[in-house]
Nanobody, 122 residues
Framework: QAQLVESGGGQVRAGGSLSLSCVASGRTNSNVVMGWFRQAPGKEREAVAVISWNSDSIYYGDFVKGRFTISRNNVKNTVYLQMNRVMPEDTGVYYC???????????????WGQGTQVTVSS
């Protein structure tokens, strides 16, 4: 399994932007689906965005509504999440995850990062 390390979280005011990154190391393979998930206190973990290994298939949660962009650089083994026009309800721990299939169910992802906190103030 790959080791995943997220970075870029922090505090931001509503309407602002944040850029998250996730670097994979260890047993990496460009033929891997990558996803960003988030979990708010008291809520279940939900898929924010998922991207296929060649970026030809991308999923966004309905709540994204054109505000976030997922991308990846397979040479750098890195996946990104650009978050624009953030809202207080975007607050939570954001996790990077890897899977062998394109899916939005967290149970299908086999490698997880430790998470990075995103806090959006109103």
């Amino acid at each position: 399994q790959a080791q995943l390390v997220e970075s870029g979280g922090g505090q931001v005011r509503a309407g602002g932007s944040l850029s998250l990154s996730c670097v994979a190391s260890g047993r990496t393979n460009s033929n891997v689906v990558m996803g960003w998930f988030r979990q708010a206190p008291g809520k279940e973990r939900e898929a924010v965005a998922v991207i296929s290994w060649n970026s030809d298939s991308i999923y966004y949660g309905d709540f994204v509504k054109g505000r976030f962009t997922i991308s990846r650089n397979n040479v750098k083994n890195t996946v990104y999440l650009q978050m624009n026009r953030v809202m207080p309800e975007d607050t939570g721990v954001y996790y990077c995850a890897a899977s062998n299939i394109f899916h939005v169910n967290a149970d299908r992802f086999v490698s997880w990062g430790q998470g990075t906190q995103v806090t959006v103030s109103s």
